[in-house]
Nanobody, 125 residues
Framework: QLQVVESGGGLVQPGGSLRLSCTAS????????VGWFRQAPGKEQEGVSC????????YYADSVKGRFTISRDNAKNTVYLLMDSLNPDDTAIYYC??????????????????WGRGTQVTVSS
């Protein structure tokens, strides 16, 4: 059964860092565009970052640009989201979506065919 799993969330102080991981069973993530999305309490889900299947392009929401970095480890079939300089506004459940278009900058949820259950990130002192 196809399964997408996010991990790496947790509680961190403002200014701290976390690295989220997205892995998938039964298919090769390297062949797909992967997007990270988040949903904070009482807010709509928003796109955070995505990386195209070709690795030619990666995109970042303005709110995380310069602080977050998306990358792939092909050998581990994993996509990472390194999050630095975290602040309380980054508190949310973070989800990994699989299968978006190469130009994923619009962060359209319906473009993604497969989703994980999310990992909680809490930024608090």
């Amino acid at each position: 059964q196809l399964q997408v799993v996010e991990s790496g969330g947790g509680l961190v102080q403002p200014g701290g860092s976390l690295r989220l991981s997205c892995t998938a069973s039964r298919f090769n993530l390297n062949l797909y565009t992967v997007g990270w999305f988040r949903q904070a309490p009482g807010k709509e889900q928003e796109g955070v970052s995505c990386i195209s299947s070709s690795d030619r392009s990666s995109y970042y929401a303005d709110s995380v640009k310069g602080r977050f970095t998306i990358s792939r480890d092909n050998a581990k079939n994993t996509v990472y989201l390194l999050m630095d300089s975290l602040n309380p506004d980054d508190t949310a459940i973070y989800y990994c979506g699989i299968g978006g278009p190469d130009d994923c900058s619009a962060y359209v949820l319906s473009d993604y065919a497969y989703w994980g259950r999310g990992t909680q990130v809490t930024v608090s002192s």
